[in-house]
């Protein structure tokens, strides 16, 4: 199965990137649009991987602080859309955190850099330079999730498996 650790987001924060994505949607020829269900921030991507007793151990494993999330700006790269979150140490270093934990228990992802922002849109095609309004919301992260993604009915489904409380 397909799966990845997350940071869920609150309402308020996933009413601002709808908010965010309509207006994309209005000056875009086309695009895969992310549904409000599916909003979340990425903090590791494991990929097909089958044992999920294992990723739980490697996620309990992981001792955090809770913080602050903020959006902060935008942007793109080439056809992809996101929101930028503003710039926290505690959110890079429970990223760093549940990397150590994965490699440690000898768990595979993808080990590029993390890079903290919300996927908005994917394979937008438009006929002028879109530029996003800034965006402000934030919430307060107090744990993470195990993800797992399915395609069911044509469409890309993501379902918590399990939820890491932290508590600092």
């Given at each position: 199965?397909?799966?990845?650790?997350?940071?869920?987001?609150?309402?308020?924060?996933?009413?601002?990137?709808?908010?965010?994505?309509?207006?994309?949607?209005?000056?875009?020829?086309?695009?895969?649009?992310?549904?409000?269900?599916?909003?979340?921030?990425?903090?590791?991507?494991?990929?097909?991987?089958?044992?999920?007793?294992?990723?739980?151990?490697?996620?309990?494993?992981?001792?955090?602080?809770?913080?602050?999330?903020?959006?902060c700006g935008g942007g793109n790269f080439g056809?992809?859309?996101?929101?930028?979150?503003?710039?926290?140490?505690?959110?890079?270093?429970?990223?760093?955190?549940?990397?150590?934990?994965?490699?440690?228990?000898?768990?595979?992802?993808?080990?590029?850099?993390?890079?903290?922002?919300?996927?908005?849109?994917?394979?937008?095609?438009?006929?002028?330079?879109?530029?996003?309004?800034?965006?402000?919301?934030?919430?307060?992260?107090?744990?993470?999730?195990?993800?797992?993604?399915?395609?069911?009915?044509?469409?890309?489904?993501?379902?918590?498996?399990?939820?890491?409380?932290?508590?600092?």
């Amino acid at each position: 199965m397909r799966l990845f650790i997350a940071v869920n987001l609150n309402d308020q924060i996933k009413n601002e990137l709808i908010k965010q994505t309509d207006l994309l949607k209005k000056v875009s020829l086309r695009g895969n649009f992310s549904r409000r269900e599916n909003l979340h921030l990425t903090l590791a991507f494991i990929g097909e991987y089958g044992n999920i007793d294992a990723v739980k151990r490697a996620m309990d494993e992981v001792e955090a602080d809770c913080f602050e999330l903020s959006l902060c700006g935008g942007g793109n790269f080439g056809s992809l859309y996101w929101i930028g979150l503003k710039k926290e140490p505690l959110l890079d270093e429970l990223a760093s955190k549940i990397r150590k934990s994965l490699a440690k228990n000898g768990i595979p992802f993808d080990g590029k850099p993390f890079s903290p922002h919300i996927t908005i849109a994917r394979e937008v095609i438009t006929d002028t330079k879109i530029n996003l309004p800034p965006c402000q919301s934030k919430m307060h992260v107090d744990g993470f999730s195990l993800m797992r993604s399915d395609r069911i009915n044509g469409k890309l489904t993501y379902t918590r498996i399990y939820r890491k409380e932290i508590t600092g």
